[in-house]
């Protein structure tokens, strides 16, 4: 039986890369995703609008680990195999989506109304009034509670694991399971998600002070 020592350290922190990368690409996919589902949402257009709602809701009310399933066994349907890569990109993607579609929709409508009607009289289209008046004040509001999401989605990177994707979760099991040392292997396995996370809650912490602005609820209405 191997003891838990540096070699066993470095491989765990070189998974790590895996949960940050993942990450990104969660934050990048579900922020693209999220920007559409915020706009659709306040468009105007009651199809827009109800599809955005409907995506919303049926993402935010599904289980991730359910969407991961869902999503790796699924993809053995349309001809391309079991793709763990895929799987856990589209749908920690997805999942992201969802809440800052909605985070980024209370930003929107937090803007005062008297704005958009100042807007409107001057004769500025709908998209100009997003361009010029609406986003940026909204992009103020949306910040803090923004960064602080990247948070939820670095932690909820460790249930990739589950089909077999290895990121710093898989990789502690992978240890624990030559070294039979849980406590060492685990404590050390939190220690990285603290060292991840905690600085970015910190950021949103400052930065919600900074703007001086209440969080927008990120459940749908």
């Known amino acids: 039986m191997r003891s838990f020592g540096t070699p066993e350290f470095l491989f765990m922190l070189q998974a790590a890369r895996w949960t940050v990368i993942l990450s990104l690409i969660a ?20 199809f ?13 009310c599904t289980p991730l680990l359910m969407l991961l399933f869902l999503v790796f066994f699924g993809l053995a349907l349309t001809g391309y195999g079991q793709n763990a890569y895929v799987a856990v990109t589209v749908a920690l993607s997805c999942y992201a989506g969802a809440y800052f579609g909605e985070i980024w929709r209370g930003a ?28 940026p004040q909204s992009v103020r ?10 948070v939820q989605v670095i932690k909820n990177t460790s249930l990739a694991s589950i089909i077999g994707f290895q990121e710093l979760t898989q990789a502690a099991q992978f240890v624990n399971n030559l070294t039979f ?9 939190a220690a990285v ?11 949103s912490r400052r930065l919600e002070k900074k703007l001086h602005v209440d969080r927008p609820s990120p459940v749908a209405a």
Not at 28 to 40: P, Y
Not at 109 to 132: M, N
Not at 193 to 203: A, G, K
């Open 181 to 189: 040392q849980p406590i060492s292997v685990y404590l050390v396995a």
């Open 193 to 203: 998600y603290f060292i991840l996370c905690f600085p970015l809650t910190l950021l």
């Open 108 to 135: 929107l409508e937090a803007v005062p109304q008297g704005q958009w009607q100042a807007s409107a009289a001057l004769g500025f289209s709908r998209y100009e009034q997003f361009r010029h008046v609406i986003v």
């Open 141 to 150: 509001i949306a910040i803090p509670p923004t960064v602080g999401f990247m």
């Open 27 to 46: 934050y990048l996919g579900g922020g693209a995703l999220g920007a559409v589902l915020a706009f659709m949402r306040v468009s105007g257009n009651r």
């Open 48 to 60: 827009a609008s109800g599809f955005a709602r409907v995506w919303i809701l049926l993402f935010q």
